[in-house]
């Protein structure tokens, strides 16, 4: 059983969720944000908290109730106080140039890269740290996720784009006789 589905989700002041069919529409101060679900889970909206139940009782089910229940809860946060992220350009050369529609990196390759800005981010340059801000918890994340697979921090020199707080194993060089 599903501790996080079970205990329900407190809808905030200014915020609204509307649940139509198995789409489930989130709409608060800073946007609005919608989702499929799949039926497997019955989502419904009394007062102002969320109940989520399974139709069935299953393995798949018990699994799908608590995820439901955080992706619900995500989205909540997200529309009420947004999400951010920071990342950091480490390295000699390394950086990064922000335009409203695409990122570009030079990051020691023979040439720079670009990385289209997906619609509802807002990326923005703080000396060497990129920030991704937005509603959407898993647009942000995967977003940054993809920037940090463009050039992996090392573990020599720690060169490379990781997240804010990311600790590096640092191996030791080679010795010398």
Request: proline share 5%; hydrophobic share 35%; net charge positive.
């Amino acid at each position: 059983m599903s501790r996080l589905g079970k205990k329900g989700i407190e809808i905030p002041a200014k915020t609204e969720i509307k649940v139509n069919g198995n789409v489930v529409s989130v709409k608060g101060p800073l946007g609005e944000l919608s989702r499929t679900f799949k039926k497997d889970i019955v989502i419904s909206v009394e007062g102002n908290k969320v109940s989520l139940k399974p139709v069935k009782d299953s393995l798949e089910n018990r699994a799908l109730w608590g995820t439901y229940a955080s992706h619900i809860q995500n989205m909540v946060e997200g529309v009420n106080k947004g999400y951010g992220e920071r990342m950091i350009v480490e390295g000699v050369g390394y950086k990064a140039d922000v335009t409203p529609t695409d990122i570009t990196f030079k990051v020691g390759f023979s040439h720079p890269v670009k990385v289209k800005i997906p619609a509802g981010l807002k990326v923005s340059l703080d000396k060497g740290v990129v920030v991704i801000t937005g509603i959407d918890k898993e647009l942000i994340t995967s977003f940054a996720s993809g920037l940090r697979a463009i050039k992996k921090p090392e573990p020599y020199k720690g060169k490379g784009i990781r997240f804010e707080g990311e600790v590096i194993r640092r191996k030791e060089g080679k010795k010398t006789a």
